[in-house]
């Protein structure tokens, strides 16, 4: 029946070429010998406590730690700010977070410009190589007069703001070690259903391949006039085109044609992909106009990896399809932790940080529960979409967990887990690019011992303390500078492959 469906669009794609008549009896059926499911499974996914430490990563412009070094000690501290940092609403904030850099100072705050406290030239921009924050060569910063008492200046960085976004941007906090155990889960969960997804793999490529045989010799016949690369030269546009379509055709059958009895690149196989789905690559075409009759014999090789996929699922161990589409969640954890993971510029409250710790712990428990009796159901329903690691790809079937499967628990935490972190972000807006400048003088001191720079938000931020103690577990990566809300992150671990041999 194939066959004859396909030979009614041979002439729109054999336009001219005059390829040999079908054959008229159908081929013989292909034997299958399939191998022996593997014993059921006892337990769910070896899932590693998801408890490591972690701080979602913020953009900083320089390093607090360094700061608060350069004034410990100091019995009294003179402060001038920037004239609009001694607004009413804002001169609390202020004496609060200069206080927690000193705790023991007695200080003293007032209102004041750069120019009147620091002797006048640019702001060096030039950073202190060395691992952490942001840090910058203070030598040229000098007071305008010496200083008796210890003092810090503070206002708006008179830098090119062009040339600031342009910098590395300097990024606080890391994700590092919830990643890595994120790692060592997958990886043990994948060696846990390894003989599974061999399994069905296995069996998908018999099958596809049986189904093949039966209608290749003829497929090839209707492929022939397209071997060549090129049309004839005498050809017109619209045989061009359709000789490209037929010679694309001609070459995915080939591939096709190579298929083994256990493996098949462009077969049918199993695709953890948040959740358990059944994939081929999609066909890549040339020109990307092929009509529908230039695309049949596609069409035909579709139709007999639908055939193999809908005698398969049936047979398959529903025990392991639920540890199979658990897995596949995995990767929707990996999608929001590393977009919870992108440094920007914000702040978070340690509370709303162990709400989210939870969060992912729940995630965890419900991948690696015991209860493997869920309920769920494949459907068949081919359809187009991106698979990383696989590029396009034709979806011939998805798993459909019920309500309340741990696969769909998870999958619907980790949306959670990644709104809820949008929302809670805090400081995340109402800044400009410009940073601010601070520098802190000693008595008797020629220049700065302390000269840097911060983003507002990492000083005054809705009542949070300083993160003075964390501020040296940073990173600085190259790319747009931390000012812009679009700077490029630092690269986050690969996220899992959607099947990992």
Known sequence: MRLRRWGVGLGALALGCSPEPLPTTPAAPVAVTLPDSPASPTHGLPIVAWRAPWSPPR?????????????????????????????????????????????????????????????????????????????????????????????????????????????????????????????VSQEQSLAYLETFLDHVDTVLARRYRAGLLAELDGLQQVLAPYAEPKPPADASPARIRAHACGHAQYERLNAAATCTADACL?????????????????????????????????????????????????????????????????????????????????RFAPADLDDAAERLARIGRALGSDVLDEAGRWEVRPTTGFVPGMGAVTELAAFSAAEGAAARTARSEARGLRRFMLSRSLCRSGFGDRPLAVVVFTPGAESASFFGYLYEEELFCAGLPLEVASSAATSVSTGPAPAAPASAPPPMPAPPPPRAR
């Not at 700010?81 to 007032?110: F, G, H, I, K, M």
């Not at 948040?274 to 106009?289: F, H, K």
């Not at 995995?330 to 932790?337: K, P």
């Open 266 to 346: 462009v077969g049918p196989r199993i695709v953890l992909q948040a959740g358990a789905r059944i994939g081929m690559p999609a066909p890549a075409w040339a020109p990307d106009d092929c009509d529908a009759a230039s695309r049949e014999v596609a069409d035909v090789l579709e139709s007999i990896a639908v055939e193999a996929v809908a005698q398969t699922l049936p047979e398959l161990d529903p025990r392991w399809v639920t540890l199979a589409d658990r897995l596949g969640a995995l990767t929707e954890v990996y999608d929001a932790i590393e977009d919870v993971c992108t440094p920007r510029r914000r």
């Open 59 to 183: 953009h900083v412009a320089g390093d607090l730690q360094s700061l608060a070094e350069a004034l410990r000690g100091a019995g009294t501290i003179q402060a001038t700010v920037a004239t609009r940092l001694t607004a009413p609403d804002r001169v609390e904030p202020v004496r609060v977070a200069l206080t927690q850099l000193e705790p023991a100072a007695r200080w003293s705050v007032a209102a004041g410009a750069w120019a009147e406290r620091v002797a006048g030239g640019a702001l060096p921009l030039s950073r202190v190589q060395g691992e952490g924050a942001p840090r910058y060569d203070g030598a040229s910063v000098r007071p305008r007069t010496p200083v008796s008492t210890t003092t810090l200046v503070l206002d708006d960085a008179d830098v090119d703001v062009q040339r600031w976004r342009a910098m590395p941007a300097g990024a606080a906090g890391s994700c590092d070690a919830l990643v890595d155990t994120l790692a």
